[in-house]
């Protein structure tokens, strides 16, 4: 891989890892773009380089985790709402329930579900299908995205599989 992408990438995950920490004290709103390079370590430069808003850095970081969750886990899509998949899926964001609560607490949870729904339109190849056949997808994520806001905003205090187990018992309402 390229150096120069490399350092950039690390640049990038070094400013987003700096926003979260400063998050758990500060509202977004109070967060300056000075003291937010200079808790990553980084020249305003190179922010400025990256994004244009506190609120892209979030974006990337939804869109790198993301990611990061397609490479270690192959998309069977054609089966995405199968129970090891969404058991999977809620693991995953067990790791991250403290990020994805500083999100909810800023009001800024929609982003999250705007992540998903590129993850799976971009994903499933849905760019060029017909309207009609994307509903269920856009469906899957809204109902996924809303228990996971709701289970991080009572505590996680649920395991993964009772949470996996509650969704799909959902879904017969």
Known sequence: MDKRYELNLEVKNSIAKALFLLLETKSLESITIIELVHKAGVARASFYRNFKTKEDVISY?????L???KQKYAADL???ARYENVLRTFYYVYQYQQEFQLLFNIKLGQMLLDAMNTYIIESTDLKQEKQLYKYPFYSYAGAL???IYYWITTGCKE???????AYFSSLHL
């Open 145 to 147: 995205y809303n228990v």
């Open 67 to 69: 990611n990061n969750y």
């Open 61 to 65: 970081y939804l869109i790198s985790l």
């Open 78 to 80: 054609a089966h995405i």
């Open 159 to 165: 395991t993964p599989e009772q949470i996996t187990q």
